[in-house]
């Protein structure tokens, strides 16, 4: 009689979704060639399972298919159950989400307004992404095997934050890997062994854990790639900072979670509705970011979703409480736009769909304005205390050009204020990124890098007399 279940239940989904909808499915993801990184994507109405497939290649190298079993990684999808802990942890009586983070991290340092934990949930924090600063000192994430520890280290050499807490929403990993180490302050548990107890067994996610070690061997596990001058390349996460990401996981455990929050069975009521909470900022503007969750409308339908992004892993995981309709999918192809597939399959079960535009591009051609003052004064040695990192200005063929660890250069534009704009090739193609220098009389001080989600880190001018 079991083997009979499993042999019907596909034919049930394809019953219940649908033929048409299932071979339009097959070929808005028919992308994802064979002999390729793959995906897998899977739906549930109704708090059943629906439609579940995968395509292409988990390994190149072995030539293993890619299938709804297979292990990848959620990227920042993974926030939420982070998010969760936190909740937990306060129904439990052992934190509340309007503390201190200073009563948990009392090496953070003081900025003149207290940083609250739900500041933390909200990204309203001010603290600026470890991430963008570990970047900026030239030792982007994936060069290093950068720990919750490490992030913590670079996180309390922050002079200054982005904005005051509340003020703003700014989306920053820093906050959720403070997150996963208060969990495991206030609870004696690492978040994975945390989340293990109270979320993924009661869930009943067996093929679901955490990346806190990246060496440790997981069975089925989907290599992750990215394609380099037409051939694939190998790129994993290299690094055992988790809880504003690091979820390894199947699309099929993360429809499992879905239909476990979301029908109250994780702590009740209250808790879901905290987890779906979101707080105006202090100027009374809504902030759309609940606890890990970002909390909108499609089409005029509500949506709480979440994106990932990690080495070579995407993810996508998204629920339209009205219409009963969750959708997940992993993938370790980068080279494929998801969000464009995702769109073009929420149109099949939406009504009054659109398509997303085409963004406008400026290239950086396009924005460098001459130098005021002679080029030769920007040229030296920057320090920043923040960045715990060392970078050159230099001159060559009239343009400025920045020498970071491990030799990577980049030229970049100066408009007429002295702001430097978006040496985007140094910064993961951050077209935000920007460079302010500070004068005394006709002489160069230093500069302040602002990037998406780090304002103002400020380097000095090293003075060669006083380094002789």
Known sequence: ?????????????????????????????????????GAMLSISRNGQ???????????????????????????????????????????????????????????????????????????????????????????????KNYTN????????????????????????????????????????MSLAEFTRKYIFGPAGMTHTQWRDDHNRIVPNRAIAYEQHQGAWEINMPGEDAYGNGGLLTTTEDLLKWNAFYSNSRLGGRSLLDNQLKTEPLNNGKPNSYAAGLFIGKKWGYDMVSHDGATAGYRARL??????HLDIAWLSNNPGIDGARLIQQMDALFIPNAQQIPQ??????????????????????SYYSEEAQATLEIKEKD???????????????????????????????????????FTWEKDSVTGFTISVSRASNVVFVKNNPILQK
């Open 1 to 37: 009689m079991r083997i009979l279940a499993l042999i019907l239940l596909p034919l049930g989904c394809l019953a219940q979704l649908g033929q048409d909808t299932a071979q339009t499915i097959e070929k808005i993801f028919s992308v994802y060639t064979p002999d390729n990184p």
């Open 49 to 143: 399972v629906i439609y579940s497939k995968a395509w292409g290649l988990a390994d190149l190298e072995h030539g293993v298919p890619m299938t709804t079993s297979s292990i990848s990684e959620a990227g920042s999808v993974s926030k939420q159950f982070t998010a969760a802990s936190i909740l937990l942890l306060e129904q439990q009586g052992k934190l509340s989400v309007s503390d201190n983070i200073r009563k948990y991290l009392p090496e953070m340092p003081e900025y003149g307004h207290p940083i609250l934990i739900r500041h933390l949930l909200h990204h309203t924090s001010g603290l600026r992404d470890w991430g963008a600063i570990a970047e900026i000192a030239g030792w982007p994430r994936g060069s």
């Open 149 to 188: 520890g490490d992030a913590l280290d670079i996180i309390i050499h922050q002079k200054a934050l982005n904005f005051d807490p509340n003020s703003q929403y700014s989306y920053s990993n820093s906050n959720y890997n403070l997150l996963a180490i208060i969990v495991q302050r206030v609870s004696g």
């Open 318 to 323: 998204e629920s339209f409480p009205q219409l």
């Open 359 to 380: 963004p406008n591009i400026v290239s950086d051609d396009e924005l460098y304005i001459p130098l005021k003052h002679p080029i030769a004064s920007y040229s030296g």
């Open 398 to 436: 009239g343009k400025l050009w920045m020498v970071r660890p491990g030799g990577r250069i980049a030229a970049f534009p100066v408009v007429g204020d002295e702001t430097a704009h978006a040496p985007a090739q140094l910064f993961s193609g951050d077209q935000h990124a920007h460079m302010k």
